[in-house]
């Protein structure tokens, strides 16, 4: 050392000599006292202004004026304290022109009494170990924004290297780019960051969230508080700022929220909802998608108000159900499923799920509810199907045996009318009639029993409904308005007497349900149905709606029973038999209705494959033959009748009343037998076995099948056979043999 900074070494306040460099100033020299304050500053010499005050644009200002006026310029400055607790101090700085190539700092504490001075560091050192625990960034900054303090989570915050890279600083970010968003998304200028708010404002802020992205390394959130700080005057003099990364946080709480709502996705796919009451039966918690689902009130507070919309049949065991739960003393679980009646009228059904939680002394029950009506509906279908199906078969079962007694009496009375005293002709047309209701009867009933033998063609509902449409208008008379909507040609493999059959049956219920009039509507068209195993499929659609009364839920159980009726002169076959029809066609049939609000039947037929094509129309065929025909049938009066019919006819005949018994015939006759008219059910060897073997022995044997079942399925069926359904008039008989015969 030597010159004139011999004359500073001795000074007794810190003293910093800097050579004029340029604009800038190199830090040459430092005193002891400088020294003293900070040991440190010795290793700082070369160092340039710039790089000592780098952010400290003021210092570097003072110093040029002091040179430029070769004057002296004072200035008070916060600075950092090189001490264990580098808290801040106010100096007093004094920029000094020392000829043309030097400059000298001074530096002196405004003055701080020795005593407060003391307490203050150690307060001081009390804050700073806090502050350095906090897992927050924490900065202080002065009135004109200037970092005066921060721990270290503010320094990586920053990434600075040290927290000697922020202090005396304003700007922040040193080394990085950052770009600050609200919650919104708006980018917020750094000078409008509430720490520096706050200095303006004076107004304490908390609570501000904001992402803070930085370039290459993704973005993270903050909450941001910020506190005015103010010197005894009241003056705010700078602010504290406190960065908590919630980062992780709003991760999982957006995660939550998530899987929350992949929840709801599902519980709405599966038709069901959440629920929480609490033991004064206080509903806490019910999901959204349950009031959608039932149709039940928004807010559902108690479990009263949940009671009243469930079905007055089954509010009773809800309840029991309930306070039972709510009584047991020990967590139990428990289903049931019940109906809702919605704000719509409409009745679901529900499968309620509940679990009992004890917390404590208090009772929390927590459950799931879901609409099943579909499957009860299902399930119902599928009941009611096995139902009738039994019946069915009995009511089947009756009604052969009655064909083959009204096959015997009706063709004894037509052998009789030929030859009978004109005093006798009335009574046996009584006899007549009453046979013939009774076929009708039985007609019913084994189409019922799905037994009515089908005879399936290729038939276009469209001209069906319009080839019956004038016989349907004179049904319903005037007093009811019909109105009938066809869309082009629908084609279905069916018989269309059957189904025309239905059709009226439908036509005429609908008119009994309007004794005051109203309206019918006819529809035919063609729509998708659900099939078990195969999903949706197109089909032929029959309806037939009316304004008329109504049904309620437990007439609509029963209506395809046989001889359900609420009619004083019905009969109950009229659904019934259309129910059997349509599922020997492999359709479906299905009702809405309610009370008061009239009646829709739908009739569902499987679309043909085939293109429509017409059958030729049926030729008059002359009654009497010749030939020798074989019958067989194992009922006594059956044969005996077609016996007398066949030979009425002109035929020979042969008989037999049984299978073997007819093989055993057809061998012992020496000439040629043309056809044979068999029974199809016959105890030991059925129909289609004889016929089978006959034709084996007698190639080119005609065969007629005579059944009051269609029952014979196709494969037992014999080729090149015709079928003829009992019970058959001698003219249904005398015109089958003839197209037999001259195949
Ligand atoms: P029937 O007409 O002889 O009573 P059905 O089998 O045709 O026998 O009908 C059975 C019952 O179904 C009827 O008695 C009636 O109660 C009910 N029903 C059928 N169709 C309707 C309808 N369109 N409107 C109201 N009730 C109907
Ligand atoms: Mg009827």
């Known amino acids: 050392m030597g010159g004139p ?87 007093e ?60 989570v503010a320094v990586r915050l920053y990434g600075a290297g040290s927290q000697f890279d922020l202090l005396g600083t304003t700007a922040a970010p040193i080394t990085k780019k950052w770009t600050v968003r609200k919650e919104s998304g708006d980018e917020v200028d750094l000078q409008d960051m509430p720490s520096r708010r ?5 107004v304490a802020e908390v609570g501000q969230v904001y992402e803070v992205t930085t370039e290459g390394e993704g973005s993270r959130w903050y909450r941001v508080a910020a506190q005015p700080i103010r010197g005894s005057s ?33 519980l709405s796919a599966a038709k069901m909802g959440v629920w929480e009451m609490s033991g004064d039966k206080r509903i806490d918690f019910w999901s959204a998608n349950l009031s959608a689902i039932f149709k039940l009130p928004v807010s559902m507070e108690d479990f009263a108000k949940f009671l009243d919309s469930v079905h007055p049949d089954n509010r009773a065991a809800v309840r029991g159900i309930m306070e039972s739960l709510v009584g047991a003393n020990h967590d139990d679980a428990i289903e049931h499923e019940f109906r809702i009646v919605g704000t719509d009228g409409v009745t679901r059904w529900a499968r309620a799920f509940a679990r009992v939680r004890h917390e404590g ?66 009574d046996l047309a009584t006899i007549r009639h009453g046979a013939a209701r009774a076929t009708e009867l039985t007609r019913q009933l084994l189409a019922f029993a799905r037994k009515q ?37 629908v084609l279905v493999r069916a018989d269309p007497s059957l189904l025309e059959q239905v059709l009226v049956n439908l036509v005429i219920n609908a008119k009994e349900a309007m004794p005051n009039g109203g309206r019918i509507e006819v529809l035919v068209g063609t ?31 029963k209506i395809f029973d046989p001889f359900f009726t609420t009619k004083e002169s ?87 009343s049984s299978g073997e018994e007819a093989l055993d015939v057809a061998d012992r006759y020496p000439g040629y037998i043309d056809a044979l008219v068999c029974d199809v059910s016959m105890p030991g060897m059925d129909g289609p076995t004889a016929a089978r073997e006959l034709s084996r022995r007698r190639p080119g044997l005609r065969i007629l099948f005579v059944s009051g079942y269609s029952g014979a399925s196709d494969d037992e069926m014999v080729t090149n056979s015709a079928f003829l359904p009992k019970p058959y008039t001698r003219s249904d008989l005398a015109a089958k043999l003839h197209e037999v015969l001259s195949e």
Do not use: W
């Open 361 to 426: 002394s208090k009772v929390r029950l927590i459950g799931t509810m879901m609409e099943v009506t579909e499957q009860h509906h299902l399930e119902e279908e599928l009941r009611r199907a096995h139902r009738l199906e039994s019946i069915g078969r009995l009511a089947g079962g009756i009604a052969h045996d009655f064909n083959n007694l009204l096959a015997a009496m009706i063709g004894s009375i037509e052998l009789m009318e030929d030859d009978c005293p004109p005093t006798a002709r009335e």
């Open 5 to 91: 900074f011999d004359l500073v070494e001795h000074v007794p306040i810190p003293a910093y000599v800097f050579r004029v460099d340029g604009d800038d100033f190199i830090l040459e020299e430092v005193n002891a006292a400088a020294r003293a304050h900070n040991p440190a500053i010795a290793q700082m010499r070369g160092r340039s202004m710039l790089q000592l005050y780098q952010d400290q644009v003021q210092a570097r200002e003072d110093a040029r004026r002091a040179v430029a006026e070769k004057t002296k310029i004072v200035r008070e400055m916060a600075v950092r304290r090189y001490d264990r607790t580098e808290a801040t101090m106010l100096v």
């Open 234 to 266: 009241g003056k705010v003099s700078g602010s504290v700022t406190m960065f908590t990364d919630i980062t992780e946080r709003l991760q999982a709480q957006q995660a939550l929220r998530e899987s929350a709502a992949r929840l709801d996705v599902a």
């Open 570 to 656: 019905g009969t109950g076959l009229g659904l019934a038999s259309s129910y059997g029809i349509v599922k020997q066609h492999g359709g479906h049939i299905d009702v809405l209705s309610r009370p008061g609000h009239g009646t829709r039947f739908r009739v569902l037929i499987p679309l043909s494959a085939n293109v429509a094509g017409s059958d030729p129309p049926p030729s008059a065929a002359p009654l009497h033959g010749k030939g020798c025909i074989l019958v067989v049938d194992d009922e006594e009066l059956v044969r005996n009748t077609t016996v007398r019919m066949v030979k009425s006819l002109g035929y020979d005949v042969l008989v037999a």
């Open 527 to 557: 729509t998708l149905h659900s099939v078990p195993g195969s999903g949706p499929k197109s089909f032929a659609l029959l309806e037939v709606s009316d304004s008329g009364i109504g049904m309620d839920e437990e007439t609509r159980g």
């Open 198 to 202: 706050v200095i303006a404002t004076g």
């Open 93 to 152: 700085l004094s920029f000094v022109y020392a000829g043309p190539d030097h400059m000298v700092i001074f530096m002196r504490d405004v003055a701080t009494p020795p005593i407060a001075e003391a307490a203050l560091r150690e307060s001081e050192t009390r804050y700073r170990t806090l502050v350095d625990a906090l897992p927050d960034a924490v900065l202080l900054r002065g009135a004109d924004g200037q970092i005066l303090a921060c721990n270290d």
């Open 453 to 489: 033998p089908v005879i399936y063609k290729d038939v276009d509902l469209s001209a069906m409904v319009t080839n019956v449409e004038r016989m349907l208008r004179r049904l319903v008379g005037a007093g009811v308005d019909l109105a009938i909507s066809k869309s082009g040609s």
